[in-house]
């Protein structure tokens, strides 16, 4: 299948929370640092999904949308990356 990506400019030593809302289905959200090493992950219920991230180095980390075993496109919802004072 295919995947929903989402590419998000992270700083090392900072912590950041992931909220997804109105999803309207079940799947998991994963996400990956340039070396393709999940740095979290979590399940999306239908109507909510919070991840919490702290980087170890600064770049460029995609959130990817899954269902069981394979790619999960994922249709319209509010994505919202907010940094954890």
Do not use: C, H, K, M
């Amino acid at each position: 299948g295919v995947a929903s990506v989402f590419a998000l400019a992270l700083e090392a030593g900072r912590s950041y929370r992931v909220t997804i809302e109105d999803v309207g289905s079940e799947f998991n959200l994963e996400v990956y640092g340039p070396s393709g090493r999940s740095i979290g992950a979590a399940q999306a219920d239908g109507t909510l999904a919070e991840l919490e991230l702290s980087p170890t180095t600064t770049d460029t980390y995609f959130l990817v949308t899954r269902q069981g075993a394979g790619w999960y496109p994922v249709g319209q919802f509010w994505l919202e990356v907010a940094e954890i004072q």
